[in-house]
């Protein structure tokens, strides 16, 4: 859940980047300098965001990885493997998202910023739908346990559990054979 928030919050920051980019498209050279750096500002906020999306120990926007038992023997398990959800800086690392090439100064670097966004928005979506479904097989998982556990309890209970009133019928019926036994 914490990594699906993260990711939540990460498309929004990379749309009010994009939203940078059309405002740099129009703007003047100056305009655009100071956009480029509120860009780079955001990118921050990208890398701060996906660093802080971690609970207990596991950041899945980090490249954190989980490995879920689901029975006592770990035979039947689950892993879950993260992303590095930071902004990048570089192509290939992270979201692949570069810092604002010479201030914006030509639509090419405006343009180039654009394409990264939008790979890094589809990366976004992918890798939520991914750990979406690995948080639906874990519920799912969690649900079947609960559901066996519950029928394993009552079938204990069926066969530990004595009926007071069939036991004391079958000790006065004990009983009666006995006495007539002995008479």
Same mark, same amino acid.
């Given at each position: ?6 990711? /939540?919050?990460? &498309?929004?920051? *990379? ?9 740099? #498209? @129009? ?7 100071? +956009? ?5 500002? +955001?990118?921050?906020? &990208? ?15 980090? @490249? ?6 689901? =029975? ?6 689950? $892993? *879950? ?13 992270? +979201?692949? *998202?570069?810092?604002?090439?010479? =201030?914006?100064?030509?639509?090419? =670097? &405006? /343009?180039?910023?654009?394409? !990264? ?7 976004? #979506? ?6 979406? @479904? ?6 799912? #998982? !969690?649900?079947?346990?609960? =559901?066996? *556990?519950? $029928? +394993? ?21 004990? !009983?009666? #054979? !006995? ?5």
């Amino acid at each position: 859940k914490a990594a699906s928030q993260g990711i /939540d919050a990460l &498309v929004k920051l *990379i749309e009010q980047a994009k939203g940078l980019t059309a405002a740099a #498209r @129009s703007a003047s050279t100056a305009d655009s300098a100071t +956009l480029a750096t509120q860009f780079d500002a +955001l990118m921050v906020q &990208v890398d701060e965001l996906a660093g802080d999306a971690g609970y207990k120990g596991t950041n899945f926007l980090d @490249s954190s990885e989980l490995v879920v038992d689901f =029975n006592e023997d770990a035979s039947s398990t689950l $892993t *879950i493997t993260g992303f590095d959800a930071s902004s990048g800086g570089a192509v290939g690392v992270g +979201l692949g *998202i570069e810092a604002a090439a010479a =201030n914006w100064a030509s639509s090419t =670097n &405006v /343009d180039t910023a654009v394409l !990264q966004l939008d790979t890094a928005l589809t990366t976004l #979506r992918t890798q939520g739908k991914t750990l979406a @479904s690995s948080s639906g097989v874990v519920t799912t #998982r !969690q649900e079947f346990t609960t =559901n066996i *556990i519950n $029928t +394993l309890t009552t079938g204990a209970d069926a066969l530990t559990s004595a009926d007071t009133n069939e036991e004391g019928a079958n000790m006065l019926a004990l !009983q009666t #054979r !006995q006495q007539l036994g002995i008479t």
